[in-house]
Structures are given as C-alpha cells and as structure tokens.
C-alpha cells in the first residue's frame, strides 16, 4: 500500500516532522488510535517496522503495539493454532510477523509456479497424444473425430472406462465401423464426456499432490494427517471446478524464489550443507567421498566452486566420511567418520587451521563463540577450545548410546542420543541438570529464544521449553515425515524440516505446524540450512540445491 496516499500532507518536502492532530484536523493523525492500527494491519510487516518510523513518530509507534502483532500472527496462522509453542516471554512478535509474511509469500508463490509448470506440460502431453490418436492404425480416421476431440484424449480415457452405457464409434478389430450418432446421441456424449474430464482432471490433480502440497493464505489451517476432521478427499467436480476457475485469472507473477543445483563435483552423497557468511553468499558441502567444498553462490548463475579443502600433502579432506560442519565467526569445522573434526579457516580460503583427534566417529557439531561441541559415536560430548594447544576442555558421558544432534548456547548444552534420551548440561556448573527418556530417538535439533525444536527416527517432531536451564517436553507432532527428519531449522516465524522419505518440508512453527508446502526430491534428502532467506538441501544424489529470493 502507497504510503503517499495515506498521508499527503506528509509526502511535501515541507511537510518536516509529524504535525500534531490538533493542527490538520484533516490528517490520517487526527484519526483515533485504535483506527491507525486497525488501518496499519493491513500493511505488510516489513513496512510497519521500517518505514512507518522514518514518516513520523507518532506512526513509529504503531509498531510497538504488542496486542497488534498478536492479533496480526493469529490472522496469519488460525485462531486454532497455538503460537508460540514455548513461552511468550520475551518473544519477538514483530520479527515472528516479518518472518511468517516473508514465508508466506515466497513459498506460496513458488507452489504456484511448480503447480503452473505441472499444468503445462500435461497440457503439452495431452496435445501430443491427441495428434497420435487422431489416426488409428490402418490409415482409417476416427469417425466423429472433430466432436469428440475438442473435449480431449484424457476426458476419452475415462469415459470409456467409465460409462458403460455409452455407445462410442470407434473401429473393431475387424476393420468394420461401428454404427454412427446422431445429432442427439453426440450432445448427450459430449456433455457425458465433459462431466468425466471434471472428474478425472480432479482426480490427476489429486495425485499430483504426492509430489507438491501446499496449504498457503491467511485463513489456512494445519490438517494434520492423524486429524479425523480433516477430510483427505474433498469433492472431485469441486476441485476440477476451482482449477478452472483459477486459470482464467490472469497469469500469476514471476515466484519470489529461485532454485539452482550446484554444479556436480561430489562423486559420493551429500551429507550436510552449511551456509555462511552471515549472507548466504558461500556455502560449505560435506561428502561421502571425503571431501569439504566451498562454492560461491553469488559468482554465476549456478554457483561456483571455490576449493576442495584439504591438508597439505593429503588428497581428501577427511579420511572417512564427512559427517556434519558448523561454523562460527571465521573459521569451519567438519567432523567425519574418521575420528577427527578438522578445522578450516574461511578468511583465507580455507586454509587448514588444525585437526582435533575425537577417538570416535563426530555424528554432530555445535559452535559456539567460545567453545566447539562434538558429538560423537562413542556416547560422549566433547567440548573444545580450538585457539589451545591441547584443546579439549572437558568430555563428558550423558547418554548411553551415540549422541545423534546438539544444540547449545552460552550456558546450556541439549542434547540428543540414539538410546532415546535428551540431555541438558550446564557448562558454568559442569554437570548435568536433567535428562528426559522418550519412545523414539532424535536425530535432529534447532535450538532459539525459549523453544527447541526437534524430529526423530520415526518423521515426528517434538516441541521443548528451555527456560533458566530447565527442558520442558510440549507437544509432540506429526507433519507428514514417514522416516527419520535428519534436517530442522527452527526461527521465531519459520520452521524447515527433511527427511530420508525424500521430502523437505516449510512450515510456520505454530501448534500444530501449518505446512505451507512440500517438496519431493528423488532421493534421500540429507540436511539443510537456512540463512538470510536462503534455503539449501543436500541429497543422497550428489546434489545441492538452492533456493533464494529472485534478484
């Protein structure tokens, strides 16, 4: 919405700092304030909290107005939906409404894109097998060709199957024609045939959300598959009907987003992708083929590669798999099958920095400014200062099986292990402050502001509360997963998820989630990252895809 239009006396290089309402009866000031708010409502969020402010200070305080953001995040998510999970103190509800607006239109339009791309080319595919079945076999046409084709081959593949009382001329076996319609007889086959192209055409789309669903608007809500209320199979001739009143709109604009795939250079699977920079302008990858790549996303269209990192005097990068990465500040680190977490420096290409000796396979890796934590295969949490000669600083023993994910801040440690088990550790303190035991293990974990998020071996997600050390199971969820989600990514208005069922999945983190689409990639999906609006996937495939906002 113009902003010159709401405020034209405000819009004159004259106009200075913000009259008093007193002063301009007249003025969108002078209105009450419940009505600003109301009228502010209807503005996006990235403009009630950058540009109201620089117009005058009366309007900057429109976005102070806590009760506005809530009222604002619970249009965009259902008043049934829970939001936050966690606590509410200290919550960013601003910056939640930024991030869920921003979700919102990126990958709404970005279904619609794919959705419209679907649609073309079974447009293409049905034209194609028109022409084929415009002539049989033999050099005979079909008789009533003209009527029955402009309904199209695929309405003709379902009402034979289906409309058994229907006398269709087609040519038998023995090159005898079956008997002609009259006039009568094909308008009422015509409208037979337009009646099933409604079903069928309803029925393919239905199909077709295997490979791309979205549930996207403000007034949309979650449907959880568990969710009895929900019904899996609205009326055909209703879908077929809304598709075809969609598509006489006028055509959709470009999507917000963007996809590349990295050119191919892994010769083994991807098994973690690591964006960085703070920017999302280079991304990090770790293979089964040993190896840690950089690549510049920014360089060319696709991305670039900058360097294999490597010691010197070695091939590889690891000598094992490479596991997991995590990075803070300026350098990289990777952890592998090989024992070892091998550190790198980004401000000089890359360079090597040092190597930690583990004394197990590093499943996971957490950085913080002061301390980097791995986990590892044999049930330990080791931390380690990486600017010491000797830097490991304290190992410790939670967990009774391999520690699959970490998560941490400047006082706590939450981890994650495979005997079904979740720790908290308090680094001040040096000891364990709880452990909580669940009916599945988890595999991955996002920990921010006072909600940790997670997903485990069997497609859930759970919710936790973290609050002055104490973890609080919330809700446990189901978002469609059917294996383990090896991938999440949790902020105050975004949730990111994958699985090895091949999906990748964007939600807004709400109780339950609303998923706002789903992605299928042809296989095992691996991890992702998310920075500065930019989403990686790493795959069992070899392949690197990038989704970012369109430039």
């Not at 081959?153 to 319609?181: H, R, T």
């Not at 759970?462 to 059917?482: E, I, N």
């Amino acid at each position: 919405m113009d902003l010159q239009g709401l405020l034209p006396a405000l819009s004159s290089p004259s106009a200075g700092v913000s009259p008093s309402p007193s002063a301009e009866s007249s003025d969108l000031l002078s209105l009450p304030w419940e009505i600003l708010i109301h009228i502010a409502s209807h503005l996006p969020a990235h403009c009630v909290i950058n540009v109201l402010p620089k117009v005058c200070r009366t309007l900057s305080s429109v976005g102070e107005d806590a009760t506005a953001w809530q009222l604002r995040a619970q249009r965009l998510i259902g008043s049934k939906a829970r939001f936050p999970v966690g606590p509410r103190e200290d919550f960013n509800w601003p910056t939640a409404c930024l991030e869920m607006e921003q979700l919102i239109t990126c990958w709404a339009g970005e279904v619609q894109h794919v959705a419209k791309q679907s649609e073309e080319n079974e447009k293409e595919g049905d034209q194609v097998r028109l022409q084929e079945r415009g002539r049989v076999p033999g050099g005979h046409e079909n008789v009533g060709g003209s009527e029955v084709d402009r309904v199209g081959v695929a309405a003709q593949e379902v009402a034979y199957g289906a409309d058994e009382g229907i006398e269709v001329v087609m040519e038998a076996e023995d090159g005898e024609m079956q008997p002609d319609l009259d006039g009568d007889q094909m308008a009422r086959l015509r409208e037979e045939l337009e009646g099933s192209l409604e079903v069928g055409a309803a029925a393919l789309i239905e199909d077709g959300r295997m490979w791309l669903n979205a549930d996207v608007g403000p007034g949309g809500a979650h449907h959880d598959q568990n969710d009895l209320g929900y019904p899996r199979h609205v009326n055909n001739r209703e879908q077929a009907e809304m598709i075809q009143h969609q598509s006489s709109r006028s055509p959709s604009p470009p999507p917000a987003l963007e996809c590349i795939t990295l050119p191919s250079s892994h010769i083994a699977s991807v098994n973690s992708v690591l964006l960085l920079g703070g920017k999302g302008a280079v991304c990090a990858t770790a293979s089964r083929d040993y190896n840690v790549k950089l690549w510049d996303l920014e360089a060319s269209p696709d991305g670039m590669l900058l360097h294999t990192l490597g010691r010197k005097g070695d091939f590889t990068s690891h000598r094992g798999w490479v596991w997991c990465l995590a990075s803070e500040g300026s350098f990289l680190a990777s952890g592998g099958f090989d024992s070892t977490v091998r550190l790198w420096d980004l401000q000089a290409g890359g360079t090597d920095r040092g190597l930690i000796r583990a004394g197990a396979s590093v499943l996971c890796l957490s950085c913080q400014t002061d301390v980097l934590l791995a986990g590892t295969f044999d049930k330990r949490i080791n931390m380690y200062d990486t600017r010491a000669a000797e830097p490991l600083i304290k190992s410790v023993r939670l967990h009774g099986n391999a520690v699959m994910c970490l998560a941490a801040d400047d006082t706590y440690i939450i981890s994650g292990s495979a005997d079904c088990t979740v720790a908290v550790y308090d680094r001040r303190a040096l000891k364990a402050l709880k452990k909580i035991k669940l009916s599945s293990f988890l595999s991955s974990m996002s920990y921010s502001g006072h909600e940790v998020w997670a997903g485990d071996n069997k497609g859930m997600l759970h919710s936790f509360s973290m609050q002055t050390g104490t973890l609080k199971p919330l809700s446990q969820f189901d978002v469609g997963h059917t294996a383990l989600v090896n991938g999440i990514h949790r902020s105050q208005g975004s949730l990111y998820t994958c699985s090895t069922d091949k999906t990748v999945k964007i939600h807004i983190p709400s109780g339950p989630p609303r998923t706002l689409c789903t992605l299928c990639h042809p296989a095992e999906v691996h991890g992702l990252s998310v920075e500065a609006g930019i989403f990686a996937v790493a795959a069992g495939d070899v392949t690197v895809n990038i989704w970012r906002p369109r430039k």
